[in-house]
């Protein structure tokens, strides 16, 4: 995808000046879509903030740039954009790129996980900009990560993600991917759990899960981890509360295995059917 043959990012150059850095049409543009995990800015992967620090533009939606740290904004040109503006705003960041600018495309947790990075690269492709500029994807810790670390160890086995957000995605879509999910005992792990237009949602998805796994399966709410107003909570299925959640929550529903364990959620991996663990 990028031209010129590299197959990836160079640790220590992701955005540096390189050879072959000019075209006859003037200096050649990079697009580098960036996750800025998950609001900390001590969660803020090295390679991001360089990445960043390079950059002589940054996009991305209001949020997501408020959580760039400002000495990494200064002297910079920003292209902040609302919530719906995704399509604009990428267009915008890509004919930027075209024109030869280097071009932060800024997402919270990863970018590629429920965010920019997919979008840019369908648009790059559809755009038929891929051999007019560079193209890299920086990752970053996701909710998922940060929220299932504030919980204890809830992730330790087999896991699957869904988004509850029916905004590009079938309702009908969602409900058998978490009865799927449910059905093979993974762990689950909710992305949008609740808006104001979808404040249902969760509550199906727990009944859905009360179909399929004990009442005192654990179920793990974190809302706005490492941001300020952190809340972390922990109840067995039965007293789960989606009240509790809201657009900024990462819910997690354990499996089978999933239990309490130090007064932290913990799916063990089954090293104590093969070990002794006590002391
Ligand atoms: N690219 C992001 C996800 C964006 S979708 C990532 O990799 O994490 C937005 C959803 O992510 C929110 O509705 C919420 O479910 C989750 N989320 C993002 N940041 C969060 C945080 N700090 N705490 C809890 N959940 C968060």
Redesign the pocket.
């Known amino acids: 995808m990028r031209s010129g043959g590299d197959t990836g990012l160079e640790r220590g150059q992701a955005c540096g000046p390189q050879d072959g850095d000019e075209t006859r049409h003037g200096r050649r543009g990079r697009l580098t879509v960036i ?1 800025l995990g ?2 900390d800015a001590a969660l803020l992967a090295p390679l991001a903030a360089e990445a960043l620090g390079t950059a002589g533009m940054v996009a991305g939606y209001a949020t997501y740039i408020d959580l760039v740290p400002p000495e990494l904004l200064a002297g910079k040109e920003v292209m902040a954009t609302g919530m719906t503006g995704e399509v604009a705003r990428c267009r915008a960041a890509l004919e930027a790129a075209a024109a030869g600018k280097r071009v932060a495309l800024v ?9 920019m990075a997919g979008l840019a690269l369908e648009m790059l492709d559809a755009m038929g900009l891929a051999d007019r500029m560079d193209f890299d994807v920086v990752p ?5 990560c ?2 299932a670390a504030l919980l204890g160890a809830p992730l330790t086995h087999d896991f699957a993600v869904v ?1 509850l ?1 029916d905004l590009l995605t079938p309702l009908e879509v969602i409900r058998r991917r978490l009865d799927a999910a449910l059905a093979a005992d993974f762990v689950l792990a ?4 609740r808006s104001r237009r979808r404040s249902g949602y969760l509550e199906e998805a727990l009944a859905l899960a009360g179909r399929h796994r004990d009442p005192q399966t654990p179920v793990g709410m ?6 300020p107003g ?1 809340e972390i909570r922990v109840s067995p299925l039965a007293g789960a509360d989606p009240a509790f959640a809201d ?5 997690v529903i354990g499996n089978a295995a999933t239990r309490l364990a130090a007064g932290r959620m913990l799916t063990p991996r089954g090293y104590a059917e093969k070990y002794t663990l006590e002391g």
């Open positions: 996750g998950p609001g997402s919270s947790g990863d970018a590629g996980v429920y965010g970053g810790i996701p909710a998922v940060a929220a988004s957000s909710l992305y949008n759990p974190v809302k706005n981890a490492f941001r952190q657009m900024l929550t990462l819910v």
